[in-house]
């Protein structure tokens, strides 16, 4: 996957410059196919978004629940979300290890 900046740089060169996937291919090196996918079309790269709070938490936080639920509606749509109890592997190797980890905010 192409940084954000890669991306930018290839619908520059398309749209506003005019230039052939061939053309820009040659220019970054990149695959043509990768070059041609973010050319020609309007795609994003996904983001993952990671939240340490409980949906609850999330009306607390703007100070509004109708707000935070309109939000969260909007932000989970077409998600997956996955709820993961239990302690951290890597704080559980840092107390093993003796070293005190960090607090979360």
Known sequence: MLAMSDVNCIKNLRNNK????????????????????????????????RIRKSYVEWGKIFG???????MLDRIVHHSTTFNIKGGSYRLREKVKAGIQPAKMR
């Open 18 to 49: 005019g230039l052939s996937i061939s053309q820009i291919q040659k220019i970054l090196g990149a695959n043509w196919r990768t070059a041609k996918k973010y050319a020609d079309e309007d795609h994003i790269p996904n983001e993952t978004l």
């Open 64 to 70: 509004d629940d109708v707000l935070a639920t309109a």
